[in-house]
């Protein structure tokens, strides 16, 4: 008989029993009160950031087009929303695109098992957490990262399209960091699809009353985000919006040609 033993990440290290410390690598580096200790082991950390983002690049460089898809880790199999994320990722996955998600279960796997089965490339982008989700089987490329924010250089560098399925509070701050970079334009526009109008409307009809109305965020600023309730229409969009933001480029390129000459 198998026994199943609860194991642990950190990088590509896999820890069991008692080997698995119980804190992360982003906990030891936002700790406050250290002692004096930090200034010998900050460099260090300095080199195992960077290694990190020489292995998400190294590994993704040639990936070509592709999506992410986000969403619930504790969505079940049986759930509706795991076979329309499935149903998304194939779509995607036969239009040419590569699925990347947080590689763990729920919605992600559903993604990176719609991309598989539709003979797509699946990627799963794992973080190192205190309790162990794992790679998900349906992830053909995976890496796992120790810091988030190297992760979430690698979902932006390398999608050109958001699909956000229903999630939670780790949805959510994916959803709104995305939103912001494009609104404050430190990427270049991409498209943001919500999958689940019934899920999401109330967000944004909360966003309208409240932050709208304060002054907070302006019209155009919902406009960067596309909510659908369809495989198909969130596929369509991503596929419009592409387009949207190809053409604005060559714009902005013949622009700037003519205002050099």
Known sequence: MTISRRTHRRGPVLLRGNQIPNYTSDQAL?????????????????????????????ALAQLG???????????PPDDPVYAL???TAALAAHDGFAVITGGGPGIMEAAN???QEAGGTSVGLGIEL?????????VDLGISF???????????????????MQGGFGTLDELFEAITLVQTRKVQSFPIVLVGKDFWSGL????RSSLLKEGMIAQEDLELVTIVDTAEEAVLAIRHGIK??????RAQESNHRGNSE
């Open 65 to 75: 087009p592709a999506i992410s898809i986000f969403g619930s880790a504790r969505v």
């Open 244 to 249: 949207r933001v190809a053409k604005a480029k």
């Open 30 to 58: 936002l700790a406050p009160g250290q002692e004096a200790d930090w200034l010998h082991e900050d460099p260090w950390r300095v080199m195992r950031i960077q290694s990190e983002f020489v292995e998400g690049f190294g």
């Open 130 to 138: 205190p309790f162990e989700q794992g790679m998900n089987d349906y």
């Open 204 to 207: 944004f009809e909360w966003a």
């Open 146 to 164: 120790r810091y988030f924010f190297v992760r979430k250089t690698m979902f932006v560098k390398y999608s050109q399209g958001f699909v956000v």
């Open 113 to 115: 098992r719609g991309a």
């Open 85 to 87: 994320t499935m149903k």
